[in-house]
């Protein structure tokens, strides 16, 4: 419980200013505590009145709320919409007009592109994927680089009700293709190639040896925008170039209007098993959590510039690039490169140029520039900044000193959002008009979202102690089932411990004095590498996947730029290798991760031990060997060990 102490001493907090507070949505803690009593007291009509006023509805729904089969939750549900009508269409009256999109590429070339723009461009992509006689509930993989087509490519897809799955452009053909299987994909749409920081990313060849592996039949189509001259391979009849699908297409498209709970995306994303989850959103309630929590916790302005630093391969360039924005009518930027690209003065001038008033991005990220520069913000003026975000993991109170400090100019509020891949939009962060933010907590809960912190026996602990971190009560946005798995939804999220009653985070954390949550970390074998989960299992099996390689168990160590690090201790098939060979092996491994999954899991250390610690009933021992990564004396009761000899082996790096 270290983590515990060491974060309840901190005891800075910093309210709102005069003039923040003045010309916030949520002015207050008052207005604050109002919206949650009014969510307390009328759960159901503080959700309804949102729907209605946040959604424009085809046809309106008579009920708010079903559980009648719970916990498989239905929001809205005779209610008819499009969620790309939302995001795009409505717009069009006032703002045609408006930017809605700043897009810099990763050499520094800047292209906008207004309401009007992106709506004739996603009705023409529409019109190009229904020309493939792609349809209302088929699954489509996005694997594209950061750029505006990848979002014309989600919006076209909820426009005609296809669902798509964004597989992240750093992952391996191994992990698309499980993704492209697993979902029953009937198309891809890919780029020839993506360029970052400078390099070029293969991403069509990437497709290709992913559909050469078994088991992607399923696969009609791939679509491919030409981002570089670079060429592509080619397989005729099956692979069509973006611009030649959607010249002569009409730049008009009706929406296929859609029941609120179907499906608008599907989302893999790690568990503590080694089969990655597909998480189900909905499109309604999703969309209504992703639109009123921008609103809320980014306290939108019309004349805002928001950017939010995330790719679209995960939630957070989900809810806060392609949908809560665009349904707010906002003008966002969108990025292409990677931060320290040509400098890591990259995002400073990008603050300046484009003048942003509202900046998401992870600690990590954070973290990195701080060690690459903690003064170059300095050299440029942000003085348009207003308001600073962090998500995807803790923030230590130093990086968020230096982040209100150096880049903030002291007068930006900063909202550390808490929320996953499975709720679907923010759940516990501060509305910065109203809540005071203290370094390192994500404050409180958005109104409508009761959460609550419980021990084993679902009872809520005392202040300061560390606990579950549950949410009681089903809203808009979360979660509807793991794709094709109803049975590992209910157990994992709804457990039998709880007696199916709250949704399980899968984090512990504490609360302070004030009601303020700490998140703690993972209680699952789930690590948080740069604010992205990757399963241990996962890792462990894309190792044991490898000829050499009889036995694996991977654990994280702490990492001051990437929060965590992965440790893999390997048992191979043949002996322990020692020096060079050892050397040669590591790196052989560890680029065999990379292949396998992509270079996000790649592990830092890996040890070799003839066996690893195991109880006598065959248990690894993980805090074990949690504390030979760290490096630490070992404390732990290692007298049921099977083989004690193996400890010094494991210690010893490569
Ligand atoms: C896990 C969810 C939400 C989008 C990015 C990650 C951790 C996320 C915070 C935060 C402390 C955080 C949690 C959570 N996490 N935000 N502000 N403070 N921890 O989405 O990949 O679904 O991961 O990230 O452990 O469970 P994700």
Not at 254 to 266: K, V
Not at 537 to 543: D, F, G, H, P, V
Not at 550 to 562: I, T
Request: hydrophobic content about 40%; proline content about 5%; aromatic content about 10%.
């Amino acid at each position: 419980m270290s983590t515990l102490e060491s974060i309840l001493k901190e005891t800075r907090s910093f309210p709102p200013s005069d003039e923040f507070r003045r010309k916030a949505t949520v002015s207050g803690m008052e207005a604050y505590n109002t919206l949650c009593e009014e969510a307390d007291d009328h759960y159901l009509s503080f959700w309804g009145d949102l729907a209605r006023e946040m959604i424009s509805w085809k046809k309106p729904f008579s009920r708010v709320f079903d559980d009648s089969n719970a916990p498989f939750f239905k929001w809205f549900d005779d209610g008819v919409l499009n969620v790309s009508h939302n995001c795009i269409d409505r717009h069009l009256p006032l703002n045609a007009n408006k930017i809605a999109l700043i897009f810099e590429a990763d050499g520094g070339e800047v292209t906008r592109l207004t309401y009007a723009e992106l709506y004739h461009r996603v009705c023409q992509f529409a019109n190009g994927l229904k020309s493939l006689g792609i349809q209302k509930g088929d699954r489509v993989v996005i694997y594209m680089p950061m750029v505006v087509e990848a979002i014309v490519a989600m919006q076209a897809c909820a426009r005609i009700g296809a669902i798509h799955s964004v597989v992240f452009g750093g992952f391996s053909a191994g992990a698309v293709r499980d993704r492209i299987q697993d979902a029953g994909a009937v198309a891809v749409i890919t780029a020839n190639e993506g360029l970052r920081g400078g390099k070029t990313v293969p991403l069509k060849a990437t497709v290709d040896e992913a559909l050469a592996l078994e088991g992607c039949d399923s696969v009609k189509n791939v679509i491919v925008y030409q981002r570089t001259n670079g060429g592509a391979h080619w397989v005729e009849g099956r692979d069509i170039w973006w611009h030649k699908l959607t010249e002569g297409q009409s730049e008009h498209c009706e929406p296929e209007w859609m029941n609120a709970e179907d499906p608008l995306f599907i989302l893999y994303t790690s568990g503590s098993t080694g089969k990655p989850k597909g998480i189900q959103h909905s499109s309604a309630g999703y969309l209504l959590g992703a639109a009123n929590s921008f609103r809320w916790v980014f306290d939108y302005k019309p004349n805002d510039v928001f950017w939010c630093t995330a790719d679209v391969g995960w939630i957070t360039g989900h809810s806060y690039v392609c949908y809560g924005p665009l349904a707010n009518g906002a003008t966002q930027v969108i990025f292409e490169g990677v931060p320290t690209y040509p400098d890591a003065s990259r995002f400073w001038s990008m603050i300046e140029k484009h003048k942003v008033t509202t900046f998401y991005t992870a600690p990590t990220a954070i973290r990195s520039l701080i060690k690459l520069g903690a003064d170059l913000p300095k050299q440029y003026d942000l003085s348009s900044l207003r308001l600073l975000g962090t998500v995807g993991e803790p923030i230590n109170p130093e990086a968020w000193m230096w982040y209100y400090e150096v880049v903030g100019g002291g007068r930006c509020p900063i909202v550390d959002t808490w929320w996953q891949t499975e709720t679907g939009s923010a759940m516990i962060a501060p509305l910065p008009g109203a809540v005071a933010t203290k370094p390192g907590s994500c404050t409180l809960p958005l109104p409508g979202v009761i959460a609550d912190i419980v021990d084993e026996s679902g009872a809520p602990v005392e202040p300061g102690r560390g606990g579950f971190l549950v949410i009681k009560k089903p809203f808009p946005s979360l979660v509807r089932t793991i794709w094709g798995d109803a049975d590992r939804f209910k157990k994992t999220y709804f457990p039998e411990e709880f007696n199916g009653q709250y949704y399980l985070a899968g984090d512990s954390a504490n609360r302070d004095e004030n009601g303020y949550f700490w998140i703690m970390g993972r209680i699952d074998d789930v690590l948080n590498v740069s604010g992205h989960r990757l399963g241990t299992m996962e890792i462990e099996s894309a190792l044991v996947a490898n000829p050499l390689v009889a036995e694996a168990a991977v654990v994280g160590k702490p990492h001051d730029v990437k929060g965590e690090a992965v440790v893999a201790f390997v048992v191979l098939k043949g002996n322990r290798p020692e020096g060079d060979d050892a050397k040669k092996i590591a790196t052989e491994l560890k680029n065999w991760v990379a292949h396998e999954i992509g270079k996000i899991a790649q592990p830092d250390d890996i040890r070799f031990g003839e066996n690893l610690p195991k109880t006598r009933s065959g248990k690894i021992m993980r805090r074990l060997l949690r504390s030979i990564a760290k490096g630490e004396e070992i404390s732990q009761d290692v007298s049921t060990l099977e083989n004690p000899h193996i400890l010094s082996q494991l210690q010893q790096g490569v």
